[in-house]
């Protein structure tokens, strides 16, 4: 496999990453215990409730270096954070994470942060890059944590690890640029409606259907619809 160096491809890689986990937990397929056993050390995947933000999954190996269990964690999440996280880190990402659910753009995409958090051993400050991503069907929020310090190493070593297929590679960015309205007639489309019945449900005119379905054939570089449906089951569509 080709190393991933630059910033843009680590991020591109994560989000990928981000996408696959989601699909694996959707469909039972893989427990988040079961992801983060087989995760190398400097990488976690924790889960915390969309509606009120409090953890629901800690890596267990994480919460042994800080003596802690997830009970405790929870008596006083936001003290125990704060504790370990450098001054204004927390804060700067709890409030990135907020206007990224209850702001206007659509929550299905995933936010980025770096923050930088205690060392249980050396005491020293240690950076953590994490992206968050809502799982809505499970209505949690997903995060996957890297050291700074081990990124590109072990963004490789995950793409690995969740097995990645080169199909899902080459066209994440497509699927990614996608609005929420288009995700919605591809998925109609697959499912074999025609522009009538699509604007019928979608309460959007006839003309307009076929205009989404002009920037999609550009936007997919999709000429058949046997790919069309390849493509909505690679990214869950249907």
Do not use: C, W
């Amino acid at each position: 496999m080709r190393r991933i160096v630059s910033e843009k491809e680590i991020l591109e890689a994560l989000e990928r990453q981000a996408f696959l986990i989601e699909q694996k937990l959707n469909l039972d397929s893989m427990s988040i215990g079961e992801l983060n056993a087989s995760l190398p050390e400097n990488a976690m995947v924790n889960l915390n409730s969309m509606n009120d933000l409090l953890p629901k999954y800690i890596k267990p190996s994480f919460l042994e270096k800080l003596d802690l269990t997830l009970d405790e964690v929870l008596k006083d999440p936001v003290g125990h954070i704060k504790k370990d996280v450098y001054p204004g880190d927390f804060e700067r990402a709890a409030l990135l994470v907020k206007t990224h659910l209850f702001g206007k753009k659509p929550i299905s995409q995933s936010v980025s942060f770096i923050q930088r958090i205690k060392h249980p051993l050396t005491q020293s400050y240690e950076g953590i890059f994490t992206l968050t991503k809502p799982i809505q069907k499970k209505q949690n929020l997903m995060g996957i944590n890297i050291s700074l310090n081990a990124i590109e190493g072990m963004t490789n070593k995950l793409m690995r690890l969740l097995e990645e297929s080169l199909y899902m590679r080459n066209n994440y960015h497509k699927f990614a640029s996608l609005t929420p309205r288009e995700k919605e007639i591809i998925t109609l489309l697959a499912l074999g409606y025609q522009n009538g019945e699509i604007g019928e449900q979608l309460f959007i005119s006839k003309a307009t259907v076929e205009q989404h379905r002009k920037n999609l054939k550009r936007k997919l570089e999709i000429r058949r619809f046997v790919d069309l449906i390849r493509f909505a089951q690679a990214f869950d569509l249907i």
